[in-house]
């Protein structure tokens, strides 16, 4: 029994190092995506504000569309790609959005996942 809690302790022990060894890599340190590739911290910071950017660009435009309710409209990007979710009140605004969005600079497509709002609901 003691032997297996010495064991347990040195593995505990191990990994806290190496946690704490990862953590000292500095301007060095990677962080894992997706598709396992290796992407500087650095790229993947400017990258989510470049999104945020683009999400608030495509947010503006939508705002200043008169005959667009986007009071319940979402807005999301990521690497060029903006997608659109909530809901308007009519079916026709669907489409408006999404082409609105489309127009943007730096919008590579559009996702759009619009619904009607259903009165009631």
């Known amino acids: 029994m003691k032997s297996l809690i010495r064991r347990s302790t040195a593995v505990g022990a191990m990994a806290t190092m190496i946690a704490v ?27 989510k504000s470049a999104d945020r950017q683009l999400a608030h660009s495509v ?35 669907i489409q408006e959005a999404g082409t609105v969005a489309g127009s943007v600079k730096g919008v590579s497509s559009v996702h759009n996942l619009l619904a009607v709002h259903e009165v009631g609901n």
């Open 59 to 93: 947010r503006k435009a939508l705002n200043k569309t008169k005959h667009l309710d986007t009071a319940d409209v979402r807005v999301r990007a990521k690497h060029g790609v903006v997608s659109l979710d909530g809901t308007v009140p009519d079916a026709g605004q």
């Open 21 to 47: 060894a990862s953590l000292g890599m500095g301007t060095a340190a990677f962080a894992q995506d997706a598709g396992a590739k290796a992407t500087p911290v650095a790229a993947t910071t400017s990258s």
